[in-house]
T-cell receptor
Framework: GAVVSQHPSRVICKSGTSVKIECRSLDFQATTMFWYRQFPKKSLMLMATSNEGSKATYEQGVEKDKFLINHASLTLSTLTVTSAHPEDSSFYIC???????????FGPGTRLLVL | KQEVTQIPAALSVPEGENLVLNCSFTDSAIYNLQWFRQDPGKGLTSLLLIQSSQREQTSGRLNASLDKSSGRSTLYIAASQPGDSATYLCAVRRWGTSYGKLTFGQGTILTVHP
């Protein structure tokens, strides 16, 4: 089956620093990747949708200058949390799909803790 | 705006019981509906995907049904096992949604005790 990986799986950083999270599709080409955020005991909240080679589409209320998304190739998308603050601490999950409307395959998630 | 609700929020059953998880959605114009499993601190594993034209899908001990007109789906788990303990999420993809955006429910936390 299709596999999506995320790196790192866990990161702790100081307030004010930037953190980059990678999402990779290992055995398929992902035309579209999605970034979600999940708070404890809550459901997934879509942050943005990215298509290879174009700018990401952000959901309402998500700061695009705060959460920088780059989808430079068909197998890699990155999410950079800039000037992280404790309220950015969360579980970030990416998903990838080969085609628009196709099955989304989810990564294992990255837990971010900002001190 | 699509809203997805899952009932119950939590469920605890003894091993061997058959159980049903419910999912309802407010906008019936969906492309498909997907059930996922999430273990604590982990990502999502897709269990079943039902296209809008389908009524049900089966995989092993799992059976998912879809009644699009009433905005409901159920996930039936037969002969539950402790290894089934996890959070179960349903998500719908709306027709016309750019690039297939999913709207998730809050999830049902299932505990199967020996």
């Amino acid at each position: 089956g299709a596999v999506v990986s995320q790196h790192p799986s866990r990161v702790i950083c100081k307030s004010g620093t930037s953190v980059k999270i990678e999402c990779r599709s290992l055995d398929f080409q992902a035309t579209t990747m999605f970034w979600y955020r999940q708070f404890p005991k809550k459901s997934l909240m879509l942050m943005a949708t990215s298509n290879e080679g174009s700018k990401a589409t952000y959901e309402q209320g998500v700061e695009k200058d705060k959460f920088l998304i780059n989808h430079a190739s068909l197998t890699l998308s990155t999410l950079t949390v800039t000037s992280a603050h404790p309220e950015d601490s969360s579980f970030y999950i990416c998903s990838a799909t080969e085609r628009a409307g196709g099955t989304q395959y989810f990564g294992p998630g990255t837990r971010l803790l900002v001190l | 705006k699509q809203e997805v609700t899952q009932i119950p929020a939590a469920l605890s059953v003894p091993e061997g019981e058959n159980l049903v998880l419910n999912c309802s959605f407010t906008d019936s114009a969906i492309y498909n509906l997907q059930w996922f499993r999430q273990d604590p601190g982990k990502g999502l594993t897709s269990l079943l995907l039902i296209q809008s034209s389908q009524r049900e899908q089966t995989s092993g001990r799992l059976n998912a049904s879809l009644d699009k007109s009433s905005g409901r789906s159920t996930l039936y788990i037969a002969a539950s096992q402790p290894g089934d303990s996890a959070t179960y999420l349903c998500a719908v993809r709306r027709w016309g949604t750019s690039y297939g955006k999913l709207t998730f429910g809050q999830g049902t936390i299932l505990t199967v005790h020996p």
